[in-house]
């Protein structure tokens, strides 16, 4: 397994480092434009999540990693605190309703993408440590597994961008 990471400081003007640092891993494996556009974007928003749900007591460092397991090539995010709450929850239980969506224009375009790509990571926390790894590459479901459940993410997407108007 090959494995890049480095450790930034938990604060909002790291993730422009993080980014470029996901975006210089991933061009070694010559990962088409669009996966690496669609990692670097997932991973950004996670960070700017860890972010601010961050503790006092939580760690001062989120670590970022590209790694490669056989053909599997991931981004992972993790720190160690308290559990993330608002990343574990969002999912396909999500009711998309209007009144869900946050009256904050990046927070709501933090959660759509979040929501749409929900089949391209995991969320996971043990020992303490938050986790997300990020797919990069093939889709984890594909299209024609999704189904009935792009109805429902067409519906919190449409949903969302109709409150932005309001």
């Known amino acids: 397994m090959a494995t890049a990471e480095k450790f ?5 003007e790291s993730v422009s480092e993080a980014i470029g640092f996901i975006e210089d891993n991933l061009k070694k494996y010559h990962v088409k434009k669009k996966d690496s556009i669609k990692a670097q974007l997932l991973a950004e928003k996670f960070f700017v ?4 749900s961050k ?47 946050p009256a904050d224009a990046e927070e709501r375009i933090r959660k759509i993408m979040i929501f749409a790509n929900h089949d391209n990571y995991t969320v996971g926390y043990k020992n303490g440590i938050n986790k997300i790894s990020i797919n990069v590459g093939e889709s984890g479901l ?25």
């Open 8 to 12: 930034l400081d938990a604060k909002v």
């Open 49 to 52: 999540q860890i972010v601010k």
């Open 55 to 101: 503790q006092e007591s939580d760690s001062e460092d989120i670590r970022v990693a590209v790694t490669k397991k056989y053909i599997k090539l991931s981004v992972i995010v993790s720190y160690k605190g308290k559990q993330i709450e608002e990343i574990k929850d969002v999912g396909l239980e999500v009711n998309p309703a209007v009144a869900e969506m």
């Open 142 to 166: 594909g299209a024609a597994k999704l189904g009935e459940k792009s109805e429902k993410v067409s519906e919190f997407i449409g949903n969302a961008l109709f409150h932005e108007r309001l």
